[in-house]
């Protein structure tokens, strides 16, 4: 394809490939004679499916994207892993710890829960959800902002997402007794942010109005924000994200608007305000079609089933297409192509995995809890069960130090889970007892909490105070077996979004 050739001038355009965003050029051409960066996520591509696809279809675009750029292969996703920590942390660099964002879907215990009014005696903890469920119209692929001629006509939406979010499903801030944006929400700024502060302009396009949080710490930096609901009714059923058809047509809406953006318009196609500096879109016919039950994703030699091999190809396609675009626009030479994915953490090996309920897990922790502390009754505030399973509890305080023997003192009352995953140490501590082969599911006489607390004390240095944890982090957090991250933890072997009826794409 002679359209690709100029990738290799000396210019020093060049592609990034593989599940990060690395540097291209090295300090060299590639800095100072790129002037556009194009981001794309592959959402759900893991690695291995990215060396395979390239390796059976050297003709494919991403092939000969790979052949002329950097391919970085050894990049990891935030744990646990879903959109938000993953899209979060390629536009900020940050950590959970850092930016906030643990999850999709959080707890924050310094913030009031939406709708709060009286914030002067309301109880501080609320729930985050940056899912439809913030939307005005959740039904409604625009959001709700009332547009004809829909799903077709959705290039028309806004490109300001805040438009179309309910402020009544927001947290609120009990400093200003205001709802609290996605934006706000994010501890820190994003590339765009600094992009934007620079004069260039930014665009982005994602799969919820929620994805408002690209903006960053400190107000609207992304110029365009196309963001057309996911999870709205689609021709083809309750949501777009159900059917492998529909999620390919609903990606297409969002390739449009790259190509419109590459032509120098904005997403719609009918301002020209040039052609953005950062800019890019998430797909979503990958992660989709890995997680419906009717395709599996893989089959049971770890390849890609007919529909996911043909969902890599649409997304191939398209990025052709931009490919295309840009050499139309004379922008080849001129435009970094980052190629990656927020996250890839469907099972390869979908057969291999247990799907295991975590509600009686969590009622049966509660129940212990409650016996034991009818002050605290509720130990475990939020929970969410997807991609990992992930709680934030209640209760804080620091367990009583360990004896000077280095034994463990028993504790005038059960010592919270809390507080055993807070140091390096400890968490070693914890993995060890979870090590024991196959799913351990808690009852009231296995006691995992005591028995938590009574191997991590013996183990922490004497003297050593507890730290509290910040106001958003989860106190316990299991991940998933997929993420390669540590084999032990799978003790939960908690159900991946790909099982559950989940909104978690
Ligand atoms: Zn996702």
Redesign the pocket.
Known sequence: MSSMGYRLAAAGACAVMGLAVAGCGSGGDAAQHDQHVLLLSI??MHESDLADYVAAHQDSTLAKLAARGAHYTNAQAPAPA??FP?MVALLTGGSPKTTGVYYDDTWARDLLPAGTKDCATAKKGAQVALTEEIDKDTDQLDGGQGLSGLPNGIAAMTGDPSAVLDPAKLPVDPATCKPISPSDYLKVNTVFSVVHEAGQRTAWSDKHPAYQIVNGKGGRSVDDLFTPEIDSKSPKGPAWSKDVDAVKQYDTYKADAIVNEIGGKDHSGTQSPGVPAVFGMNF?AV?VTQKLPVSKGYGADGKPGAPLAASLDFVDQQIGRFVAALDKAGLGDKTTIVVTA??GQSPIEPDALTRVDDKPIVDAVNKEWAATHPQTPKLIEHSIDDAALVWWLADARPRPPPSRSGRCSRPTAPAPISTATRSRSRRRAWTRVRSSPGPRPPSSSARPPMTLGCRTCSRAPLGRSTPRASPRSPSTVATAPTTGMSRCWSWARVSPSTMSPNR??
Do not use: Y
């Open positions: 959402d759900g879903d959109s993953g979503q992660s927020k996250h978690f794409r």
